[in-house]
């Protein structure tokens, strides 16, 4: 283990370390709990514990501390830098290999999917698809995803914008109410 650089502040560091402390397992917890959790003593972890609570990032309930809402400024900046795709991107590659599957993240666009994020794997056959490419959302199983997150009015008003007179393929649905079948079947 390195030692750290004459810039490193350790009481910043034990300060982080308090914050992390808290998670799904232990949301709230008492003085003595952070202090167990950190491996600081009582009187360092009441001294962050009460420095968050003064700046709006803990509360104090009956010696029972919660973090709030407002940590969530902590990682803003570097959220906010982000694009949704990149920040799907780490999962998208995970999911790939482990279903062994391209995977693909799109958004609903007026009456297509979009794609913006993808994974593709090298098969003997593949699909070229490529982020940007656009297809009917009413055509596609990634489409019909997105579709059927909406209410059923929703899909209705939507299938009756596009037409269906003519499919991608030949075993393309082209009646409104099969369709929507077919949507609420995927919401299933």
Do not use: W
């Amino acid at each position: 283990m390195t030692s750290p650089s004459s810039d490193f502040v350790q009481s910043f560091a034990r300060g982080l370390m308090v914050i992390r402390s808290f998670d799904a397992t232990a949301p709230s917890q008492t003085l003595s709990q952070v202090a167990a959790a950190t491996g600081l003593s009582r009187a360092a972890a009441r001294r962050f514990l009460h420095t968050l609570v003064e700046e709006g990032y803990a509360v104090n309930n009956d010696g029972q501390f919660t973090l709030t809402p407002r940590v969530l400024e902590l990682g803003y900046s570097y959220l906010s830098a982000l694009t949704l795709p990149a920040l799907a991107q780490p999962r998208l590659e995970s999911l790939s290999a482990q279903v062994g599957e391209s995977c693909s993240m799109s958004v609903l666009d007026g009456t297509d999917i979009h794609y913006v994020s993808r994974v593709a794997v090298r098969k003997i056959m593949t699909v070229n698809i490529t982020i940007g490419t656009r297809f009917p959302a009413h055509s596609t199983s990634m489409g019909r995803v997105l579709l059927a997150g909406m209410p059923d009015a929703e899909i209705r008003s939507f299938l009756d914008s596009v037409p269906l007179s003519h499919g991608l393929t030949p075993r393309s649905l082209t009646d409104k109410e099969q369709l929507f079948e077919e949507i609420i079947a995927v919401r299933s």
